[in-house]
């Protein structure tokens, strides 16, 4: 079974950025709990980070016929970006949203997810494990498909 991991803008910026939010693990240390997690999960993972909402519509429309299923962490577009949950729906495959913080004991404008509604759901406030938790999530739902 194949993932698409996908990250929208400045998690790239993992460990520099707002450390008492987000922890000081870096996105290279994500990259390799992702690879980990995969494996014992028994899935094939590609992860792809761009800071630009057209790269990550571009990723999806471009690739998605050779994926199963996607995890978006789609950073602040979660909060406004309509193109993006469009590209979501356009392509019928089941994607799950996940964020490392809670985004709803946080700012008000980080309460609302745009892209949620596209997704077959959401899982915040776990640190690296809300892409773990993820990922089992997603697999349990293509299998029952
Ligand atoms: C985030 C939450 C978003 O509100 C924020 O803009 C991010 C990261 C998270 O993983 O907690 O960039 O998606």
Not at 4 to 10: A, E, H, K, V
Not at 36 to 54: R, V
Not at 68 to 76: L, S
Request: proline residues 2%; glycine residues 8%.
């Amino acid at each position: 079974m194949k993932i698409l991991i996908l990250n929208g803008p400045n998690l790239n910026f993992l460990g520099k950025r707002e450390i008492g939010i987000y922890g000081k693990r870096d996105y290279e240390e994500l990259k390799i709990f992702l690879k980990k997690s995969a494996k014992n999960f028994d899935l094939e993972i590609e992860i792809y980070q761009s800071n630009h909402e057209g790269y990550l519509i571009d990723k999806i429309q471009e690739e998605y016929s050779k994926f199963d299923g996607f995890i978006i962490n789609p950073g602040a577009l979660t909060h406004y970006s309509i193109a993006l949950y469009d590209a979501i729906k356009s392509v019928n495959k089941p994607f799950v949203e996940v964020h490392l913080s809670n985004i709803h004991s946080r700012e008000e404008f980080r309460k609302n997810s745009i892209t949620a509604g596209a997704c077959i759901g959401q899982i915040s406030g776990f640190g690296f494990n809300s892409y773990k938790l993820g990922l089992i999530a997603l697999k349990d739902y293509i299998i029952e498909l």
